[in-house]
């Protein structure tokens, strides 16, 4: 009677596995599929480009820039005690600035100040302090008399041929003196715009 016994505790034991083996292992499979996303590594963050800061990454001292066109002809000419150039926005800062341009005409334009600010290609320069800018006119030009400004600040563009300033200037034409608040000044149009308390002094010809 004890071997039947046994049989049917097998047999017994066999159903329930076969009906509980599914759930089992389901819930195994649920726990290691919980455990997988658990212990896997978090997506990292994107990284973010840097930007550039307004940071100097090369400087000159003592030094002397020359730009010649495509005849080997002298364009322009940069001097300078010191200068830094700065990558984000592309300019040159220098210190006891002389800043020479040469057109095709012949006409020479000559600008000095304590310190300036140019672009990357120097067509446009900003000049503080002691700021002077003169003109020397081209052979055939409209305008056969020197022109020069003077004052703390000048903002001039080369290519343009124009100079301004926001401050107290002083522009001398030949002989002709004028004083000004404010000026604004286009040699291709000969056309010079003095605002606020504007003085001027007219030398007569001979």
């Avoid at 600040?153 to 080369?158: I, Q, R, S, T």
Wanted: proline content about 5%; aromatic content about 8%.
């Amino acid at each position: 009677m004890k071997l039947p016994v046994r049989s049917i505790s097998a047999r017994r034991v066999w159903d329930l596995a076969s009906i509980y083996l599914p759930v089992i292992l389901m819930g195994v499979l649920a726990l290691g599929t919980w455990w997988l996303v658990r212990n896997a590594p978090r997506p990292t963050a994107p990284v973010q480009e840097m930007q550039p800061g307004h940071e100097v990454d090369y400087y000159m001292k003592d030094f002397s820039v020359k730009n010649f066109d495509a005849g080997g002809r002298l364009s322009s000419e940069i001097r300078g005690t010191h200068a830094q150039h700065f990558m984000d926005t592309e300019t040159l800062e220098i210190d006891r600035a002389h800043m020479r341009s040469i057109r095709p005409d012949g006409a020479i334009t000559v600008g000095t100040a304590n310190r300036a600010v140019t672009n990357a290609d120097g067509s446009e320069v900003q000049l503080f302090g002691n700021a002077r800018v003169v003109r020397q006119p081209g052979k055939g030009g409209t305008s056969q008399a020197t022109m020069e400004f003077r004052g703390e600040f000048l903002h001039a563009w080369v290519n343009e041929e124009r100079v301004s300033s926001n401050q107290p200037v002083e522009l001398l034409r030949g002989k002709d003196r004028f004083t000004a608040d404010t000026m604004t000044y286009n040699n291709i149009t000969q056309v010079a715009e003095l605002k606020g308390r504007v003085r001027g002094v007219l030398v007569p010809a001979k």
